[in-house]
């Protein structure tokens, strides 16, 4: 029995002090400028950048609800990396006052919705500190609400 016990102890404490298997962390390339080297062979992943001024051409209609086909056409053809579809949307910020951050985020969680239908199983996100980050605590809600419909944000280095 003794032994039996010892083994026991054994093989509970090398389970308690394995360490987990090393998982793949990702590191994605969301930078978008000419000249701009292939950052693949070193181990990053292409992202994909959809622009304001994309889904915006007209910048008075810029934080509007565009229309949903056309939105999600965008999202598809800019959806071509293996990457994250980043929505970059920097002019529609919940730095505002409760209620238009509450508008506005109402406005960003559907687009972001509609991106999730156009590029299924896609990781979606918003770039930049006007959305999800450095907002003030009386827009805390509204923030929290968007970050529902989002599965990651980019804030700027």
Known sequence: ML?????LLAVGGALLFAQ???KPFPIYDNMFYKGKPDTRKNGLTLSNILYENK???????????????ALQALVRSAAVNPGPLVLD??????RTSPETARQKAQTLSKLAD???QAAPGKIIGYYGTNT??????????AARELARHVHVFFPSL
């Open 132 to 141: 999800l980050s450095d907002i003030p605590q009386s827009n805390f809600a």
């Open 20 to 22: 987990p298997a090393e």
């Open 114 to 116: 509609w991106a999730h």
């Open 89 to 94: 949307i920097e002019s529609v910020s919940l």
């Open 55 to 69: 889904i915006w051409p007209n910048p008075r209609d810029v934080g509007a609800l565009p229309n949903r086909d």
């Open 3 to 7: 032994p039996i016990a010892a083994l």
